[in-house]
């Protein structure tokens, strides 16, 4: 009986491996079948997607063609535009050159290599002689950096990578050898610095008040502790000493320059307005002894260089070259209380003013141990522990973004006017724009009654009103602290210039559309002007707010644009809109064709400008005189929406 069974259970077991084996080979015949199938479907997909693809990449190639027949039947108009410019440009550099000739100055000319290097040996070997005129010098290297800065902007728009560079490299020089000059007419002060003591024993010295330099140098021979405050009226400054620094045997440089050389490459959201001040607290040189009628003086190190001191100064025979570094366990030291005009063309638009101080590590502007910060009747005062470069900040973004903008032609003078609405506090900038120059026309400061009057070129008034603390120029850095995405520096350009042509016959209106469309779309709005006694402010927010049928949506791509139904009244944009803007940029090759496919729809036709694209929407009259348009005013209206972005 035991035998019998255990029979059938090694029967039981060899049926079930027949069985299993039988599955595993049915399941891997199976699997080998979906393998194949699947690899049969690759290979179809891979087939059929190699072949959309070219069928796209032959489209775009017939696009592209198009798109530059386009433009070829624009190269004369172009061509006729690019010599006025041309010209106007040349005239600009020969006014330039004769100014600087009848000037008898002998800076040279930012451009020329020869010149600069000439200039930068002559200085390092010239006596610096008086600190009046070392601060002359100073002044004239700002005016070449200045210059040069404009030579840069047009390297720069150029696409000049050899020539900015150099540029950029006098500049730093530039600055270095200012820096240079002015610590060694200091060092050479120190080491004489008896000679100017008062009956008290008192030294103090100030510089010209320069056009874009304020200089004052207090010596601490006298050590009184009852001394409370460095006063220099004529430089517009106090300093209130705590009692360490009366104690102590140093000098005190306060300087105040108009020019910033560091919010450029500041990696945070301040920038400095109304120049940058400094306080350097200063070793002194062994002091002057007077034997029989001798005046002895030991040349050390310090007569020609100056060392500057950490604040609080540490204790004889340590390290002094840094302040005790932070959570050292050191008791904060007592703050210097400063107190400076601001320049007249400064407006404060800060609520809660805040003053900074230059973080040289980190490349930033930071405010920690400074307080007390006020601005009264054009004077900013603070108190603070950080004795070095300080000044008083504003976020580069206070204005943005602009929550919209437009652009409006006045026929009777021949400009146009750019509103542009900002961020802080919805304030409307107005500039008008005329034949290669813009003004101010709102709104009202009297510090900056110049700008209201005086015809700059469209970037040197953007440069001064934001030295005046209207910072309209954004950069690609400022946009992560506004959550917006730049666009395409080649797509910028194109659609800047392209709306540009437009601006003497339409009104031309953000659209709020834009700003979600990432980096490789624009969307504006424009509404041809048949009357042009509806042109004012309210004429344009009016028909902008209804956007009846002669308001249009242009939609740019780098490539060309095209009229899309994309209007602020729609809640959100047809899905079909958003497909075409994906092409190229969320979809491209056999993907792109794929999507049209499934959704039903053809390719957009792109064409090269709006010259193109508006022109069968266009009055005859209208396409006339936007070909016949001022090059010197469009361009003029390119610049500045460049510029302001």
């Known amino acids: 009986m035991a035998k019998g069974k255990g029979g059938k259970a090694e029967k039981k077991r060899l049926e079930a491996e027949a069985a299993a084996k039988a599955a595993a080979e049915a399941a891997a015949k199976l699997e080998e079948e979906r393998l194949k199938i699947e690899e049969e479907e690759r290979l179809a997909r891979e087939a059929e997607d190699a072949r959309l693809k070219a069928e796209e990449e032959e489209r775009l190639a017939g696009e592209a063609s198009a798109l530059q027949a386009e433009l070829a039947e624009f190269t004369e108009f172009h061509a006729n535009r690019g010599a006025v410019l041309a010209k106007a440009d040349a005239e600009v550099h020969k006014q330039v050159s004769w100014e600087r000739y009848l000037s008898?100055?002998?800076?040279?000319?930012?451009?020329?290599?020869?010149?600069?290097?000439s200039y930068e040996s002559s200085s390092l070997e010239r006596e610096d002689g008086d600190l009046e005129r070392v601060l002359e010098h100073v002044m004239d290297n700002e005016s070449i950096i200045a210059e040069a800065s404009s030579y840069l902007a047009d390297a720069v728009a150029a696409k000049n990578a050899e020539a900015a560079e150099a540029?950029?490299?006098?500049?730093?020089?530039?600055?270095?050898?200012?820096?240079?000059?002015?610590?060694?007419?200091?060092?050479?002060?120190?080491?004489?610095?008896?000679?100017?003591a008062n009956s008290k024993g008192e030294v103090q010295l100030t510089g010209a008040k320069l056009p874009t330099i304020k200089y004052g140098l207090w010596v601490n021979h006298a050590k009184n502790p009852r001394f409370k405050s460095i006063e220099m009226p004529e430089l517009s400054l106090v300093a209130e000493l705590p009692k360490s620094l009366a104690l102590a045997s140093i000098a005190v440089r306060l300087t105040h320059v108009d020019f910033d050389e560091f919010s450029d490459k500041c990696t945070n959201e301040y920038k400095a307005f109304?120049?940058?001040?400094?306080?350097?607290?200063?070793?002194l040189p062994p002091a002057a002894k007077r034997v029989k009628g001798w005046t002895l003086r030991l040349i050390t190190p310090l007569a020609s260089a100056v060392a500057k001191l950490p604040y609080p100064i540490p204790p004889a025979g340590s390290d002094m070259s840094?302040?005790?570094?932070?959570?050292s366990g050191a008791a904060a030291p007592p703050p210097m209380g400063l107190s400076v005009a601001l320049p007249a063309s400064l407006v404060v638009s800060d609520a809660?003013?805040?003053?900074?101080?230059?973080?040289?590590?980190?490349?930033?502007?930071?405010?920690?141990?400074?307080?007390?910060?006020?601005?009264?009747?054009?004077?900013?005062?603070f108190t603070t522990i950080k004795l070095t470069t300080l000044a008083l900040l504003q976020s580069r973004v206070l204005f943005l973004p602009y929550s919209s903008w437009t652009l409006r032609p006045q026929i009777e003078d021949g400009t146009v006017t750019l509103r542009a609405?900002?961020?802080?506090?919805?304030?409307?900038v107005d500039l008008e724009i005329g034949s290669g120059w813009a003004r101010l026309k709102e709104p009202y400061y009297a510090q900056l009654d110049h700008l209201y009057k005086e015809k700059l070129a469209p970037k040197v008034l953007l440069q001064q009103l934001s030295k005046s603390g209207l910072h309209l120029m954004p950069e690609d850095r400022d946009a992560p602290f506004i959550n917006v995405e730049p666009k395409t520096p080649e797509l910028e350009e194109f659609a800047c210039a392209d709306v540009a042509l437009l601006s003497t016959n339409f009104l031309i209106a953000s659209s709020k559309w834009n700003a979600e469309q990432g980096k490789d779309d624009v969307i504006v709005r424009v509404s041809e002007v048949t009357d042009f006694d509806r042109t004012l402010q309210m004429d344009a927010d009016k028909i902008f707010a209804k956007e009846r049928e002669n308001v249009h949506c242009l939609l740019y791509k780098a490539k060309g644009c095209v009229l899309v139904e994309a209007k602020d009244s729609l809640e959100k944009l047809d899905p079909v809109l958003e497909l075409h803007m994906a092409d190229g940029r969320d979809k491209t090759g056999a993907a792109a064709v794929r999507a049209r496919t499934e959704a039903g729809v053809q390719p957009m036709?792109?064409?090269?400008?709006?010259?193109?694209?508006?022109?069968?929407?266009?009055?005859?009259?209208?396409?006339?005189?936007?070909y016949s348009a001022d090059p010197l005013l469009t361009d003029a209206v390119r610049q500045v929406m460049l510029a302001m972005r």
């Not at 840094?322 to 959570?327: F, L, M, R, V």
């Not at 307080?371 to 009747?377: I, L």
Request: proline share 6%.
């Open 167 to 196: 540029l950029k490299a006098y500049i730093l020089r530039m600055r270095a050898l200012s820096q240079a000059k002015l610590d060694r007419t200091t060092a050479a002060i120190l080491q004489t610095a008896d000679e100017y």
């Open 322 to 327: 840094a302040p005790p570094a932070p959570g």
């Open 104 to 117: 008898c100055n002998p800076r040279p000319d930012p451009s020329m290599e020869n010149e600069m290097n």
């Open 421 to 428: 609405v900002t961020a802080h506090n919805e304030l409307a």
């Open 274 to 283: 109304g120049g940058v001040f400094t306080v350097d607290l200063l070793a």
């Open 352 to 381: 809660a003013p805040r003053v900074g101080y230059w973080d040289a590590d980190e490349q930033a502007w930071k405010t920690d141990g400074i307080s007390e910060v006020k601005v009264e009747d054009g004077v900013l005062s």
């Open 605 to 626: 036709l792109w064409h090269a400008c709006q010259l193109v694209t508006m022109k069968e929407l266009m009055q005859e009259s209208t396409v006339n005189a936007v």
